[in-house]
T-cell receptor, first 113, second 115 residues
Framework: EAQVTQNPRYLITVTGKKLTVTCSQN?????MSWYRQDPGLGLRQIYY???????DKGDVPEGYKVSRKEKRNFPLILESPSPNQTSLYFC????????????FGSGTRLTVV | AQTVTQSQPEMSVQEAETVTLSCTYD???????LFWYKQPPSRQMILVIR????KQQNATENRFSVNFQKAAKSFSLKISDSQLGDTAMYFC????????????WGAGTKLIIKP
């Protein structure tokens, strides 16, 4: 089944403790992206990647890192999480023809206390 | 700035009724795509319908259709014969055809279908 797999689904952590949210897609998509969803704000792009070893900042990149060493994987790294990073996070990928839209992972609910 | 506005934070209708969710957007670009996504309580983002800006004909997908008014920058979603399974958050988004192809999202409309 074609899908984007995110882990974990839920995560509670403490301020300053480094964490990684994994994302993997099995559709051979070149483009991958991370979004955060906050009430009343919709989704906002954190980082995106056009291909292996090619990443760039989205609209809200502060406090986040990403890497793209393999085509299928695009992990999101929070080096020193803070409470304002409490949010719902989505990984997404898309095929070359962008009019087909994106395929999203199931989301990661992160709480930083 | 490119923005999407969904003016209805929450709506509720009776099962089998027709409901229309509004969406307006602002962009100076001429080439873009528009989408409606559904997010049920499971949190999964599901593509409902898409529309190419260069096409005048409104897109339809079974019970879902859009009213695309390019000059007015309006992209409303109509759900006919609404079902309990339609209960979800609905997000309007558009995608500019630049190097990023980023999706710009509205804040969402919570739709409740009552039995």
């Amino acid at each position: 089944e074609a899908q984007v797999t995110q882990n974990p689904r839920y995560l509670i952590t403490v301020t300053g403790k480094k964490l990684t949210v994994t994302c993997s897609q099995n559709m051979n998509h070149e483009y991958m992206s991370w979004y955060r969803q906050d009430p009343g704000l919709g989704l906002r792009q954190i980082y995106y990647s056009m291909n292996v070893e090619v990443t760039d900042k989205g609209d809200v990149p502060e406090g986040y890192k990403v890497s793209r060493k393999e085509k299928r994987n695009f992990p999101l790294i929070l080096e020193s999480p803070s409470p304002n990073q409490t949010s719902l996070y989505f990984c997404a990928s898309r095929r070359d023809r962008p009019n087909y839209g994106y395929t999203f992972g199931s989301g990661t609910r992160l709480t930083v206390v | 700035a490119q923005t999407v506005t969904q003016s209805q934070p929450e709506m509720s209708v009776q099962e089998a009724e027709t409901v229309t969710l509004s969406c307006t957007y602002d962009t100076s670009e001429n080439n873009y795509y528009l989408f409606w996504y559904k997010q049920p309580p499971s949190r999964q983002m599901i593509l409902v319908i898409r529309q190419e800006a260069y096409k005048q004909q409104n897109a339809t997908e079974n019970r879902f259709s859009v009213n695309f008014q390019k000059a007015a920058k309006s992209f409303s979603l109509k759900i006919s014969d609404s079902q309990l399974g339609d209960t979800a958050m609905y997000f309007c988004a558009f995608m500019i055809m630049d190097s990023n192809y980023q999706l710009i999202w509205g804040a969402g409309t919570k739709l409740i279908i009552k039995p």
